[in-house]
């Protein structure tokens, strides 16, 4: 990677009163997949008309590819691709026609876009799918030749807008798989706006969490999980085994456990924990594995399993959106 190649800088974007965008700070770096996550109205929409110079800022600056997008947006689409929600091709056309047009429209005509047209409907696997009308097409199919659609031109950089929306299961894990591959094979830029969790975090190396119209916070998924979670950075996970009878010498389960919160209590680092059906959660200020496990086989109890928790896009989002964090 070399540098930023989409800067954002204090951009705002009011309709009214209302603000849709609110001094909005983001740099996206060359050959990096960046995923902008937040709910539906969140803004990011209208932050990528802005970038794409089809939404002139109320204040603030936007350059993308070192090109002002306000004051020359011809400029900026000849080196963006953008994929929005929902594709719009001609229905009683084919495939492989629709692309032809789009390379018409891109001044490559003859061999030249013959041999584009059918490279880019191979990569994205539709080359069985070449001949048949657009409006037999499923959703995911459509995606995919929207994908080598904003692909025709060479863009240096793609701006995918919700694109696995309404996709099946199968047909998401070959579109993430694509964008993947877009990025590590040919080194683009690849922004990635979705409301999706699990998606963002398939594919993106840095993600920007973004709600009403404000960028809460932006960084990789340990960046962020470190910066949120930092008082209690670990959580391990633990299961006993029911105890022995009595009659053996052990004590009950119910006592057991309760002896047990009360031991792992004492263990300097550990700060809370928690017990749901011999399932215990604990929360930790460093690693305690190996002195919650003897403490365990200490108390007589049996090991079922000891893990220790990894935060996730699910854990951080829901920690900034649902956990009263302060974040102004």
């Keep these: 990677m070399d540098g930023n190649i989409i800067e954002l800088v204090d951009l705002t974007k009011k309709y009214g009163s209302f603000t849709a965008v609110n001094q909005l ?3 996206v770096r060359k050959g990096e997949i960046f995923g ?4 539906n109205g969140a ?3 209208t932050t990528i008309l802005m970038m794409l110079g089809l939404a002139d800022p109320t204040s603030g600056s936007v350059t993308v590819c070192g090109i002002d997008s306000t004051s020359n947006p011809i400029e900026v689409k000849r080196r963006v691709g953008y994929l929005p929600e929902n594709v719009g091709f001609y229905s009683n056309r084919s495939g492989f026609e629709n692309l032809m047009f789009t390379a018409l429209l891109n001044r490559l005509a003859g061999r030249e876009a013959k041999q584009k047209v059918e490279k880019l409907l191979g990569w994205v696997g539709l080359s069985d799918e070449a001949g048949k009308k657009t409006g037999k097409y499923s959703r995911g199919m459509l995606q995919r030749l929207g994908l080598a659609d904003v692909l025709i031109k060479d863009p240096e950089v793609v701006i995918l807008d919700e694109p696995t929306l309404g ?3 199968t047909g998401v894990r070959e579109f993430l798989d694509l964008i993947v591959g877009l990025s590590r094979q040919e080194g683009l830029t690849v922004l990635f706006s979705s409301h999706d969790l699990h998606h963002v975090q398939q594919v993106c190396d840095r993600v ?3 709600v009403s119209g404000k960028l809460l916070a932006e960084g990789d998924i340990e960046t962020l999980s470190k910066k949120l979670f930092s008082k209690n950075p670990y959580v391990i996970e633990t299961s006993i085994s029911k105890a022995p009878s009595d009659a053996s010498g052990f004590p009950g389960k119910e006592y057991l456990a309760d002896r047990l919160i009360e031991t792992l209590q004492r263990i300097d680092g550990i700060v809370s924990v928690t017990n749901r059906d011999d399932v215990f959660q604990i929360e930790c200020s460093r690693d305690t594995t190996p002195e919650i ?5 200490e ?4 090991l079922n399993y000891l ?4 935060f996730g896009l699910d854990d951080i989002y829901y920690r900034y959106f649902d956990g009263g964090v302060n974040h102004e």
């Design 307 to 310: 893990k220790k928790k990894e």
């Design 25 to 27: 700070n983001l740099s």
């Design 299 to 302: 108390a007589g109890a049996g």
């Design 293 to 297: 496990a003897r403490a365990i086989v």
């Design 36 to 39: 902008l996550l937040g709910p």
């Design 167 to 169: 996709i099946d299961p």
């Design 43 to 45: 803004g990011k929409s």
């Design 208 to 210: 920007g969490l973004f």
